[in-house]
């Protein structure tokens, strides 16, 4: 039991690094922006940035569809292998913008695969009861992935294509893990086929099914909260430091900042296990999950208030800081009930097949997001301070909050309706094995 659980726990950990590996891939060049265009004379870099933005964003729809629809695993040593090859032409022929345009082309599409096979796999492991904790793992490691690629980016700033070579390196080693790493059984972990041995899932992904699928009122507002809630996360991400950094804050050097920033937002970390096991607690014990979007609804609305009071508190007096630091990490807990929350509850109203082509959509919309962040705040910066505009954010917050409100009426019903379709799909399994057993 104790090798199981072990194994267990490695392979979860190896899909927790994948996630970490994306991030980093993505955020890996932006320190070294400035060296990398005098380094080739071409000032308009942040356009090939853009670009891996772009291509990401396309593929992870054929990924998503790819997972739900193929052996995961196969998936797996593709996307590992097509992004690590252009990852190693970078760090050993820096002196070719060609290389390095195709290259990080080549890295977005492999590495556009890791958010639908995570949402895809994750739920195979996660027990029905014990949801939200495990997708808190998967939410700790978003978060940290990006800020891993800017440190590490930040870390070979005196030779900018060893980090490339580093993740290169790291993508080997995540590559030889995957010998030992364990795909679950598709849909093995829902109630419905507990008591069925010798367990196979036959069902596959369509693209007729694609409309149906995509017709869950409780998908939609997730989504739609998802879009909101990125807004403001998005601004606080980009500025949170230079506002720590400048007179509006408490004018400190901008590493003392980073550290700061890294510290007051680490309630989010501390939250995810916290509001996930939560969740499962109140599914458990009321056998329904419209707890959990009560949960995040609160948790989401509460944050806006502690960052606002926090933002509204902040002056040049230590104990202010003292205040704002205290409420800020407040808010950055309360507001991690939605992640785990939200990967959970796709679980619950989807079908196994599906999850990889929602979970492509579900991080196509948090792109959108901080999309609309980046290109509102650097607007909104022109003509208002940091603090202006951190409060206006918080109104997405809020409307991200009512969007959890309004799926609390069809999860339910929608959640019933996939146990009934599994259900049959149990029956029919079984009367397969004892119309094999009688044939034998």
């Known amino acids: 039991m104790n090798i199981i659980r072990r194994t267990h726990f490695l392979s979860l950990f190896y899909l927790f690094s994948l996630i970490l590996l994306n991030g980093i891939g993505t955020t890996l060049p932006i320190p070294n922006l400035t060296q990398i265009a ?38 797996l040593w593709l996307a590992n292998g097509i992004w690590i090859f252009p990852a190693m032409s970078i760090f050993l022929f820096p002196a070719s913008l060609l290389i390095y345009i195709f290259g990080r082309m080549g890295m ?28 808190s793992g998967l939410n700790i490691a978003w978060v940290g992935s990006s800020a891993a690629g800017i440190l590490v980016g930040g870390f070979f700033s005196y030779k900018w294509n060893l980090s490339f070579g580093f993740i290169g390196i790291l993508g080997i080693i995540i590559l030889c893990w995957q010998f030992f790493f364990q795909d679950p059984k598709r849909g093995r972990q829902e109630p419905a086929f507990d008591g069925i041995t010798e367990y196979h899932y036959p069902w596959r992904i369509e693209i007729k099914q694609l409309p149906a699928a995509l017709k869950s009122r409780t998908i939609l507002w997730l989504l739609i909260q998802g879009v909101f809630a990125l807004i403001p996360g998005t601004i606080f991400t980009l500025w949170l430091v230079s506002f720590l950094s400048s007179s509006e804050g ?52 509460g944050q806006s208030f502690f960052f606002l009071f926090a933002f509204l508190s902040i002056d040049s007096y230590l104990a202010s800081f003292i205040i704002f630091s205290l409420l800020f990490w407040i808010g950055s807990f309360i507001g991690a009930a939605s992640g785990p929350n939200r990967t959970s509850l796709l679980f619950d109203v989807s079908l196994p097949e599906h999850r990889g082509s929602l979970g ?47 799926s609390i009426p069809h999860i339910n019903s929608e959640k019933l309706k996939i146990q009934n379709i599994l259900d049959h799909r149990a029956d029919l399994i079984s009367s397969m094995k004892i119309e094999e057993n009688s044939n034998g």
């Open 38 to 75: 005098e380094h080739y004379n071409f000032p308009l870099i942040g356009l090939v940035e853009a670009m891996f933005v772009v291509i990401s964003t396309l593929f992870l729809f054929i990924w998503g569809y790819s997972v739900d629809k193929l052996e995961r695993k196969r998936i």
């Open 360 to 406: 492509a959509l579900f991080s196509l919309t948090d792109q959108f997001g901080e999309v609309i962040g980046i290109v509102l705040s650097t607007l909104l910066l022109q003509s208002y301070g940091f603090n202006e505009v951190f409060i206006m954010a918080l109104v997405f917050y809020l409307i991200a909050a009512l969007a959890w409100a309004l």
């Open 108 to 135: 977005a599409v492999g590495l556009s695969a890791f958010s639908p096979i995570a949402y895809s796999i994750l739920a195979d492991y996660a027990k029905y009861e014990n949801r939200g904790l495990t997708s």
């Open 250 to 301: 408490i004018n400190v050097e901008i590493q003392v900042a980073s550290v700061i920033a890294i510290i007051i937002a680490s309630g989010r970390a501390v939250g995810y296990p916290f509001f996930g096991r939560l969740g499962d607690y109140y599914v458990k014990k009321h056998n329904e999950s419209q707890v959990r979007s009560k949960i995040a609804s609160i948790g989401m609305a």
